[in-house]
T-cell receptor, first 114, second 117 residues
Framework: GENVEQHPSTLSVQEGDSAVIKCTYS??????FPWYKQELGKRPQLIID?????GEKKDQRIAVTLNKTAKHFSLHITETQPEDSAVYFC?????????????FGTGTRLTIIP | GAVVSQHPSWVICKSGTSVKIECRSL??????MFWYRQFPKQSLMLMAT?????????EQGVEKDKFLINHASLTLSTLTVTSAHPEDSSFYIC?????????????FGQGTRLTVV
């Protein structure tokens, strides 16, 4: 089955700086890679996702890059703000419909220092 | 986006009792729903895949007789934790996705925090 590794487990950055979180996956058939933000006691919220036919996707301060050959993908947050503090999870799945199970990374606790 | 509602959001039960958690897709039909468990400061671990009208598929190491799953309709899946013990205390989250091509987003319920005392 799929195995997703995520690094770092904790990350502290100064407000305004950039944060980068990296994930690797093992199943070359995986084709959908979402990133979730989870605040304490809340449900995961999708912040950005990317499909395997795309190398990069950007949404305002958030971007995701995918290297299929190396089987790794990264989340980039620029101009970080205190409200970006949360736990971030990457995930991978082979999915063409919305009914495929997700394999999650181990999570990164991001702290933005004011 | 689509809405998945989970109930209750928190529950405290005595050791040895059973607890039922409901997961509903409010504005779409889901033939498949997923149940995850999340221990403090850990990731979401898939417990089982709930299939409408058929038996659930459990992940390795998850006791099917302890975590009973019923998916009786296209909008409702239930997870029953039977004979709960303190080690079952955790955050349980369900998710569902639309059965449409290329519509791959998973929608999560708000989670249920189970505390067994």
């Amino acid at each position: 089955g799929e195995n997703v590794e995520q690094h770092p487990s904790t990350l502290s950055v100064q407000e305004g700086d950039s944060a980068v979180i990296k994930c690797t996956y093992s199943d070359s058939a995986s084709n959908y890679f979402p990133w979730y933000k989870q605040e304490l006691g809340k449900r995961p919220q999708l912040i950005i996702d990317i499909r395997s036919n795309v190398g990069e996707k950007k949404d305002q301060r958030i971007a995701v890059t995918l290297n299929k050959t190396a089987k790794h993908f990264s989340l980039h947050i620029t101009e970080t703000q205190p409200e970006d503090s949360a736990v971030y999870f990457c995930a991978a799945t082979r999915a063409n419909f919305g009914n495929e199970k997700l394999t999650f990374g181990t999570g990164t606790r991001l702290t933005i220092i004011p | 986006g689509a809405v998945v509602s989970q109930h209750p959001s928190w529950v405290i039960c005595k050791s040895g009792t059973s607890v039922k958690i409901e997961c509903r897709s409010l504005d779409f039909q889901a033939t498949t729903m997923f149940w995850y468990r999340q221990f403090p400061k850990q990731s979401l671990m898939l417990m089982a895949t709930s299939n409408e009208g058929s038996k659930a598929t459990y992940e390795q190491g998850v006791e099917k007789d302890k975590f009973l799953i019923n998916h009786a309709s296209l909008t409702l899946s239930t997870l029953t934790v039977t004979s709960a013990h303190p080690e079952d205390s955790s955050f349980y989250i369900c998710s569902a996705g639309m059965d449409r091509p290329l519509n791959t987003e998973a929608f999560f319920g708000q989670g249920t925090r189970l505390t067994v005392v």
